[in-house]
């Protein structure tokens, strides 16, 4: 069982729902992230947030709309998406965000496969 | 430029044979860290090993070790006596310093290699 929990699993929504991706991490861990792996392509960053703020966004448009209310809990909130936003997202998280720090591995939840429609 | 380079797209090994997937890397930060992971078809990222840029010996995690050589900027993964339930998209990775950061790093993936485990 991971330590991170992602809900919901499965996602279809319309291109003008309004929805989110909720994140929990269970490890005591200070720095939380977002995910997207597209079809034939490597996982990209999205957002990073370490001690509850944004220290990285990744270029993202603003249909994703991060929010990190505490270090435990992360959300992804999603509107008017398009149908190439289908994908598997994917929530981590890690003690702290140091580079060449072994304590420092990020460890991910099961994704949440959206689709877009 | 792909910082991170995994040039098999997908593997078969022989269950209870070991086997070596390639991983090559390209920074000039002298600190950063080197990332296996596997991801069966559910999704889940699962975390297998590190190895970081300043280690003078090779990581090792049960039947899971990495063949680190730094001066060919390659992190191979070997995996010892393969099981079926190791059939799996792996995953290289590589975290290195954010841009004008000095401590906040971002782990970047390769495209992944695809192992099927033969009974």
């Known amino acids: 069982e991971t330590g991170v929990t992602q809900t919901p699993r499965h996602l279809v929504m319309g291109m003008t729902n309004k929805k989110s991706l909720k994140c929990e991490q269970h490890l005591g861990h200070n720095a939380m992230y977002w995910y997207k792996q597209s079809a034939k392509k490597p996982l990209e960053l999205m957002f990073v947030y370490s001690l509850e703020e944004r220290v990285e966004n990744n270029s993202v448009p603003s249909r994703f709309s991060p929010e990190c209310p505490n270090s435990s809990h992360l959300f992804l909130h999603l509107h008017t998406l398009q149908p190439e936003d289908s994908a598997l997202y994917l929530c981590?998280?890690?003690?702290?965000?140091?580079?060449?720090?072994?304590?420092?591995?990020?460890?991910f939840g099961e994704g949440s496969w959206l689709t877009v429609v | 430029a792909q910082k991170i380079t995994q040039t098999q797209p997908g593997m078969f090994v022989q269950e209870k044979e070991a086997v070596t997937l390639d991983c090559t890397y390209d920074t000039s930060d002298p600190s950063y860290g080197l990332f296996w992971y596997k991801q069966p078809s559910s999704g889940e990222m699962i975390f297998l090993i590190y190895?970081?840029?300043?280690?003078?010996q090779n990581a090792t995690e049960g039947r899971y070790s990495l063949n680190f050589q730094k001066a060919r900027k390659s992190a191979n993964l070997v995996i010892s006596a393969s099981q079926l339930g190791d059939s799996a998209m792996y995953f290289c990775a590589m975290r290195e310093r954010l841009h004008g950061s000095s401590n906040t790093g971002k782990l970047i993936f390769g495209q992944g290699t695809t192992l099927q485990v033969k009974p």
């Open positions: 190895q970081g840029s300043y280690d003078q």
């Open positions: 981590a998280s890690s003690p702290g965000t140091g580079t060449n720090v072994p304590g420092n591995t990020i460890y």
